[in-house]
């Protein structure tokens, strides 16, 4: 048991350096798991190798010994994950939620407090203003905590406005609430929603992809959004002014094949604005919780071919390596090629074809015309 806890350590810390190397942003990490495997076998690759991946500059500083900052860093957050209900994600965990890894550019690690079994959920996201009026926030409120209660988990941005109601709202019921925030998940931003993030940190659940301590940038909170969408089936906008980070979401959640709803207001209220243009771009036109449920039978469906997955695969493949079990794991049930399956679960080409050989023969993936992928339920 002793040894076991000290590897998971040590493959975490393995996660950690890469995450925190100058350079080495979500793309090239996923091009280097690609050629090395996981991050462990990269930093006993050979430096020609990794020479001929990533940039001069970044290659350098992957092979750098780490600096003592970067040691006292991973140090912090390997003891940070000892703490009951904190615990950090990987791109390759079976635990890894599986709507992310169907986006063009999931986060290499996930920062967790609270229960990361909501992650693999049905979710709708609830997005709009911070400057919410009082009409807005009780629609926000209402549709989260009825959506909630019909067993859908909301998840939305823990800012000020829509989303801190959208949260409250989705701890009143069996769905619960996820908040996915721009900074590191031992800060609290804004202070104004401590007391709600405590909440939900206890019944339901915090992510963000920063590093501990990471400020709030500016720039950090769009860029979120899209994970916001990738966890949710579809997005609900509340009010949204012409120019609003909540369309930003709405394009991102359009982008990866998720439906978007939208909450119509008056024509001449400014934060219905950016609601109407979303319904003329082809959103659907939300006026009860019902139009929303309405649309449950075709995510029923989806739900229910993820739990066959889930149920029956540990069984069908237990006679195989869990490098296959991944590759199932990271298949959708759309199409993909090999080169976008091998940067979701961080297998090199070689391991990738021979997992996928096994599934192949027998019966849980199929092979389409253009050598791509999918699997089969």
């Known amino acids: 048991m002793q040894e076991h806890f000290h590897q998971e350590s040590a493959d975490l810390a393995s996660w950690l350096r890469l995450a925190m190397t100058d350079g080495v942003g979500p793309v090239l990490a996923r091009r280097l798991l690609s050629v090395f495997g996981l991050p462990g076998n990269l930093w006993q690759a050979d430096a020609q190798a990794i020479r001929e991946v ?10 750098r010994a780490p600096t003592a900052q970067q040691c006292e860093r991973i140090a912090a957050t390997l003891a940070w994950v000892q703490v009951p209900g904190q615990s950090i994600v990987t791109l390759a965990d079976a635990a890894y939620p599986p709507g992310l890894l169907q986006i063009a550019d999931p986060p290499l690690l996930l920062y967790l407090r609270g229960n990361p079994a909501l992650l693999a959920r049905t979710a709708l996201a609830v997005v709009g203003s911070r400057n919410a009026t009082t009409q807005g926030v009780l ?49 609290d931003y804004p202070q104004r929603n401590r007391a709600l993030a405590q909440r939900i940190a206890e019944g339901g659940c915090i992510v963000s992809e920063y590093a501990l301590g990471t400020p709030p940038l500016a720039a950090n909170f769009p ?9 949710s089936r579809a997005v ?13 979401t ?32 082809g959103a659907k ?25 889930q149920e029956t695969s540990p069984a069908a ?19 993909v090629d090999a080169d976008t399956l091998a940067q979701r679960c961080g297998l090199d080409a070689a391991a990738l074809a021979g997992s996928l050989l096994t599934l192949e023969l027998q019966g849980w993936v199929e092979l389409l015309p253009g050598a791509r992928y999918r699997r089969l339920v």
């Open 223 to 231: 860029r979120r959004n899209r994970i916001i969408s990738g966890l």
């Open 54 to 63: 990533v940039p001069a500059p970044v290659a350098a500083s992957l092979l």
């Open 139 to 187: 629609h926000a409120a209402r549709f989260s905590e009825e959506l909630s209660r019909a067993g859908i988990t909301i998840v939305s941005g823990l800012a000020l406005g829509i989303d801190a109601a959208a949260h409250a709202g989705g701890l009143s019921g069996t769905g619960s609430t996820v908040a996915v925030i721009g900074t590191g998940i031992d800060l």
């Open 317 to 335: 493949v237990e006679d195989v390596d869990p490098a296959s079990r991944r590759v199932l794991q990271s298949l959708g049930h759309d199409p």
């Open 250 to 281: 709405a394009r991102m959640a359009a982008e990866q094949g998720r439906d978007v709803f939208a909450i119509p207001g008056s024509i001449h209220a400014p934060l219905s604005k950016g609601c109407h243009q979303l319904i003329r771009q």
């Open 236 to 248: 609900l906008v509340v009010e949204a002014a012409a120019q609003s980070g909540s369309l930003i």
């Open 285 to 309: 036109l939300v006026e009860t919780t019902q139009d929303i449920l309405d649309e449950l039978p075709a995510w029923s469906v989806l739900s229910s071919q993820q739990a066959v997955v």
